[in-house]
Each structure stands twice: as C-alpha cells, then as structure tokens.
C-alpha cells in the first residue's frame, strides 16, 4: 500500500509539473552561466518539487532518463507520401531532354569524366544528383546536345531525376512542421502544406533534373531550425541551443550553394535573428556581458557552419574537376594551366622568365577571354563620325587562338630579337618595346582618339609613313603581384599592366566591338585610368626566339609545340577566389531575347509560363505553369496582409487594439517571416539586368502561398471574436473548403501539362489556354 501511495504522489507530482512547465519552467539563472546544464522548456526536470518531496524527484528522474520518448507525425508522413506519388510518377517520362535539363546533365556528365565546367552558380545541386547518377552507373557518355533529344535505354533517367523529386517532395512535410513551429494550429499548418502539393509549377519544376526543389527545401528547413532555435532562447549553450542553429544555417548555406538566390534566405535567417536579439536588449533580466556573448557565440557558430559547407563543396567540386575542358578559357591562363591536358600540355615546358626575346602571347586576365592581336589592316582615314584615325595597322583583342597573337619583347636599346645567355630578365619597372611577330611592327600609342571608344587613346602598331607622327612605341611593365611572385615577369603567374611612357595611359581591353572594318574583334586603346580590371593582362603562351630571321622567326610562330616538363600548380584558395571572381562578374548571363522569358511584374498574376518540351509526334508537353485560382488567390493574400497591417498600425496608434498582445504578436509574426521572406525573394529581380523566367518566381510563391495559409487562420479567429455566432464561422470554413476543392480541380486540369504523357489535341489546347498571354505550342496537323 505504501508503494501504491508513493507511485500515485509521483503522478500527481508529474502532472502538477506538464501544467505548469510552461509559465516558469526555466528561469533566468542560465542567462549568465552558460555552463547550466541544458533544459528544454518540455523537458522532465522537476525544480519545482518542495524539499519534502525530493526523494520522490530523484525516483521520477531516474525513470525518465531511462526513457526515450519517439513521437511520429502521420499527418507528416502522409504529407510526405502524397509528394513522393505526384513527383514520382512516371518519373521517366519523357524520355527526353527537357528545358535545363540540357545544361544541368551536361554538368552531371562532366563531373562523371571528372572534367572541369564553369557555372554562374554553385555546384552543390548538380553534385547530388551527379553522386546518385554514380551510384546508379552513369558513365557520362551521353551528349545532352538540344532540348528534345531522346534518352537512350542504357541512362539511368529515374536516378538523374530522382533527386529533385526527392527534395520536392520533402517540401511538402517541411512546410507542414515549419507552419506549426510558428504557433499555427494543425489544420492551418496542413492547409499550408497542401496548397504547395496542389500548385503546378512546384510539381513540374521538381520533375526533372532542375535546381529549384534543393533550394526550395535547404531555405524551409533552414527557416524551420531557425524557429526552433528560438525555443531555446531562455536557455542558452545548452546541446539543443548549438544543434538547431548549427542545422539552420548548414541548411540555409546549402541554399545558397545550390543557387545564389538562396542568399536571400539565408539573409531573412539573419533578419529573424537580428530581430530577435534586438528585442533581446530591452530585457532587464540580461546583463551586457551575457548579451555580447551571446551575440559572439551565435556570430562564431554561423559564421563556420557556413563557411565549412561552403568551403566543403567548392573544395569536392575543384578536386573532382581536375581535367581540361570545354570552359576553360573562361579562367585565367594560369587555372587553365593547372587542369591536365588543354593548356597544360602546351605551357608544361614554355620557359618561365620573360626576357629580351620572348616570344609570348598576351591575354586579358579578367572578363572576356581574348589576346592581344594585330593583323596587316589599318584603321579606316575617316570614322562614320568624321573623326579621323591615324590609319595605323589595328590593333585588337581576338577571342580565338592565332599566330596573329604573338608578340615579341624587345629591349629600346637593342636591335637583335634573339635570347642571349645568360638571359636578359624583364622586371618590374623595365621599359620595352613589343613588337608583332608576324609583321614586325611594334605596338604604339599616340594622341588619337580611339575608333569606339573616343575618350580613350588608339592603340596600334606604327607604320612609319614619313610624315609628322613619330613612333611612340615604350612601354613601362609593372607587375602587380610582385608580393607573391617577385620583380621578375614570369609566365602565366604575373599579372601586369603596360604603361604607355609618352602619355602615361594603361593598355586596356574595352570590350566594345569594332564594326565590319575591324572584323567585329574586340577594341584595344590606352585609357588614362590605370587602376581598373580591363587594364590587366598577363602571358599565357611563351618561347624564346632562336633566330634573328623574320622568315624563320615566322615558321618558328606556325609550326613550334611546346614538350610538356612540368604542370602548373595552384593552391586550392587561389582556384577558389578566381572562380568566385569569374561567377560573380564575368557577366556570362547577358541579357538575351527569349521567347519564354518574362519581367517580374508579370510573375504574381502568372502572365506567360515556359514551354520545357513538346513531343515530336503529338501535341502531349511539359509546360511551367502553376495553379492559376492558387497564383491569384496569393497574391490578393499579399494585399490583404499589407491592407491589415496598416490598418492595425494606424489604430494602434490612436490606442484602438483590435488584437490581444498575442494575436499581435502572432500577425506580426507571420508578416515578419512571410511577408518579409517574400519581399526578400522577389524585389531583388527587379535589379537583375539578365534573362529572367517564371520559376525564378518559386521561391518567393513559397513564401506568398504560407502567408496566405496563415492570413487565413488569422481571418478565421477574427471572425470567432467578433460574432460569436458558430454559424458564421461554419460558413467561412464551407468557403474555405469549396475553395480548396476549386484549387484541387485546377491542379487536375493542368496536370496534363506537368507529366507530358497525355496526346492532346489542338482544341484540349486551346482549352488549356486560359489567358491570352500563355503560349502553349501546337503541331499543325
């Protein structure tokens, strides 16, 4: 009987605890003792027992310990499973090549033959889907060469796309848990979740090898952690503390490491952070000293998180990647050099020192791939705009290799162009002459405006035509990295610029295009503006002359190979920051015409999709286009929250509160994530100046459709408090209903458009086209 006794006090000690843990459980003791051992507020730790009762707390912490507690969601797993059926299905199908796929198989395909490619973004989407493509067999050997091209039976097609579907489909629970982390009740969190099942787009886009789903999901589970994290915010340091936001920003950084656009999450990370701590200093309870550490600690447990994943990929990436390929003149000559074969086989043995002599070519480092070049045509007497020229022999930048390339440096003081021993070294500082090597006339500049770009000086090579225009052909070397590498000009390794002595100008790459006199090859001029990236250059090809015979220095230029000695080696950093460099501004996504390509104002009313693939032999397609009653329906969620929030922040001002402190907080709350992550998302597009398409959009209708879900919720209670009469309520839960069963027909209309197997004819077509704007593809028959 006494055990009876003491066992039903245990559990009345127990459930005295679970009502009251959440007021008090942890108090302010562990702010400025970071040792205090970890407590999340759900946790089992009795405090709270009188001391006659603490026999009966050591009992009940014994058990518990022993405990482990495993809780499974099957609302989320039934989330889960729904995702893996719509993405999932028929996942082979087409058996052609859709949209990017084009490019991002091309991509997976290098990183099977281990051969180096150049992207504008990150690589950690295309290595996960290249590591399943491994594990499944992929050899790399097929040629993504146009869009439509058919698959051959011997592709692992279910692996390359297996991945993306994957992670759209973890979209759909992961949205579910982060609605309920914010407070959300269960059925908003799932109406949440399925309205992003139910959307089009996100179907079609998680289908086939493309980025979007990877992003989508490392920026929601990102978000989720962060919200968690903040669960522990009276209880600092402890495991739970570190764990939640090291996995937050490992996921946010992951976002950011399969496309850029994931940068804008992990921001709004910062910003739910940044707003938090701010909040934080108002608290009397916190001391300066516990606040500046706290700020440090999370500062120092973000800032490596990130750079550890960030780092980790591009380190796999160029590891893998060691071979020559098709992208890599896009890099500098000494990257190119350090790649087995291309450029490597010819540079392995070229000497190292610059010299009296050299023979070299000289290429623009940063920007546009392309080498100093001349060629027998002169500048045309007189421009279109009556500017005159010094009708001198031109003088270019040519993106292609030619013999036209080479240059010969020549000492003022000597007239032979023959390396003598020992070597007469080129340093910093040193003037020369360069002189072309299949017309030997040497590079000049003078007081003539350029041909395109007449602020700066023409360059040319003189020809002397015995009239008032003497050479001014001296030229002053200064090496700009002579820290790393010393006063000496070396080979690939010296990045230089060449200072015209008369005028004091630096030649320069203006990548401006010459008409059809300069055969459209890129513009060399002397700018007066020295420190810029356009005026850099440095030697990539290099030989020593061996005789003094223009002829036989000719056959020399045509006909010499270089015997490979030794590679080029550069250290992991150096490939990192010139990648960077390249990704960030080589500009290779101009601004281009596109059929399918949209502005940002058409995106939230869903103007124009994208056609990704259309069959050959019927009218059966891919296209991008998501739920149009969905599209619409957020987007006036967008206005209907702005409208709120000033409506609310205008009344509160005048002392009207509408809302409890904790419906406020919570509409807050919502707006600071939501609307904020939307904003995040979309406005920067406006300031984008590159093709742009509707599923660079996703994101931000992520963000658009959860607001939209919560709005709902917030509507709901509003309407409870104001009438109280149940059948209003019942009415706006009907509304909701037959509105999600509208949406639900919608999504099965247009499915037709996301799995490509259904022949339609020109009027199912036509029946699709909703909107004037959106160009489906029809075969004439």
């Not at 759900?42 to 026999?55: A, F």
């Not at 356009?534 to 056959?555: A, G, I, L, M, P």
């Not at 509707?694 to 919720?713: G, N, V």
Request: hydrophobic share 40%; aromatic share 14%.
């Amino acid at each position: 009987m006494e055990s009876l006794r003491n066992r039903k006090h245990k559990d009345k000690l127990i459930d005295q605890y679970s009502d009251n843990e959440k007021k008090s459980a942890q108090k302010e003791k562990i702010q400025d003792n970071p040792s205090e051992k970890c407590k999340k507020p759900n946790g089992n730790t009795l405090n709270y027992l009188n001391n006659e009762e603490k026999e009966v707390s050591y009992s009940v912490k014994t058990a518990k310990f022993l405990r482990i507690n495993f809780e499974i969601d099957l609302i989320s797993i039934g989330l889960f499973l729904c995702g893996l059926l719509t993405r999932m299905y028929r996942l082979e199908e087409p058996k052609n090549i859709v949209f990017d796929e084009l490019h991002y198989g091309k991509y997976v395909s290098l990183y099977m033959k281990n051969i180096f490619f150049f992207d504008s973004h990150p690589p950690l989407g295309k290595q996960l889907i290249a590591a399943v493509a491994y594990l499944a067999g992929f050899d790399g050997k097929f040629k993504f060469d146009k869009i439509g091209s058919p698959y051959p039976e011997t592709i692992p097609l279910f692996a390359l796309r297996f991945v993306p579907a994957f992670f759209g489909s973890l979209i759909i629970p992961t949205s579910y848990h982060l609605m309920l982390e914010l407070g959300l009740t269960q059925w908003t969190s799932l109406l949440a979740a399925v309205l992003l099942l139910l959307d089009n787009a996100l179907l079609t886009q998680s289908r086939f090898i493309l980025m979007e789903s990877m992003l989508l999901f490392f920026a929601l589970f990102g978000i989720f952690c962060i919200l968690k994290f903040r669960q522990y915010y009276s209880n600092p340091y402890c495991i739970f503390w570190f764990l939640w936001l090291g996995l937050g920003f490992i996921s946010l950084t992951c976002a950011l490491s399969v496309k850029y656009v994931g940068f804008y999450s992990f921001c709004l990370g910062i910003a739910i952070l940044g707003r938090d701590f701010w909040k934080m200093l108002s608290s009397s309870t916190l001391t300066d000293r516990a606040l500046f550490i706290r700020f440090v600690v999370q500062t120092v447990v973000t800032t490596s998180f990130s750079l550890l994943i960030y780092l980790s990929v591009f380190y796999i990436h160029l590891k893998v990647l060691y071979k020559a390929g098709p992208h890599d003149s896009i890099m500098t000559s000494a990257f190119q050099a350090s790649l087995d074969g291309g450029l490597a086989s010819i540079t392995k043995g070229q000497p190292l020192l610059v010299a009296h002599g050299s023979q070299i070519t000289l290429r623009h480092t940063h920007g546009r791939t392309c080498w100093l070049h001349s060629h027998n045509h002169v500048y045309p007497i007189r421009y279109p705009d009556k500017r005159g020229s010094s009708h001198q022999q031109q003088v270019t930048c040519y993106s292609f290799k030619d013999v036209n390339n080479w240059w010969i440096v020549k000492r003022p003081n000597k007239n032979d162009l023959v390396v003598e021993q020992p070597i007469d070294v080129i340093k910093h500082g040193d003037v020369i002459q360069l002189v072309h090597g299949i017309t030997s006339r040497a590079l000049n500049s003078h007081d003539v405006a350029a041909p395109v770009s007449p602020q700066c000086q023409e360059v040319s090579c003189y020809i002397d035509y015995n009239v008032s225009m003497p050479a001014q052909n001296l030229w002053r070397v200064e090496i700009l990295n002579r820290d790393q590498n010393g006063d000496n000009w070396h080979t690939i390794q010296s990045l230089i610029r060449l200072i015209h002595v008369d005028t004091n100008t630096a030649l320069k790459f203006t990548g401006r295009q010459l008409p059809d006199w300069g055969f459209h090859q890129h513009e060399v001029a002397a700018d007066r503006i020295i420190n810029q990236d356009d005026t850099v250059w440095n030697v990539e090809e290099h030989r020593y002359t061996k005789s003094d015979d223009q002829k036989e220095r000719e056959r020399e230029l045509v006909t010499a190979e270089m015997i490979p000695t030794a590679a080029t080696s550069l250290t992991f950093w150096e490939k990192f920051f010139e990648l960077h460099y390249k990704m960030l501004f080589s500009g290779t996504e101009s601004v281009q015409n596109h059929m399918y390509s949209s502005e940002p104002l058409e995106w939230p009313l869903m103007a124009r999709g994208i056609a990704y693939w259309v069959s050959s032999t019927s009218n059966a397609q891919i296209h991008l286009i998501g739920n149009l009653l969905l599209w619409y329906s957020g987007t006036a969620g967008l206005a209907t929250y702005f409208t709120l929030l000033v409506f609310y922040l205008l009344r509160r001002r005048r002392h009207c509160y509408d809302l409890d402190e904790k419906k406020w907080e919570q509409f807050q709350l919502i707006g600071e994530l939501f609307f904020t992550g939307y904003l995040f998302h979309y406005l920067p597009y406006f300031f984008v100046e590159r093709t742009l398409f509707l599923h660079h959009y996703l994101p931000a209708f992520t963000f658009k459709t959860l607001l939209l879900a919560a709005l709902i919720e917030h509507v709901y209670l509003t309407i409870s408090d104001i009438f109280k009469i149940r059948v209003i309520k019942y009415i706006f839960i009907v509304l909701i209903f037959l509105w999600i069963c509208c949406i639900f027909y919608v999504f099965t209309k247009f499915t037709v458009l996301c799995y490509g197997t259904t022949p339609l004819t020109t009027n199912d077509i036509i029946d699709l086209r909703w909107k004037d704007t959106w160009d489906f593809i029809v075969h004439k028959n």
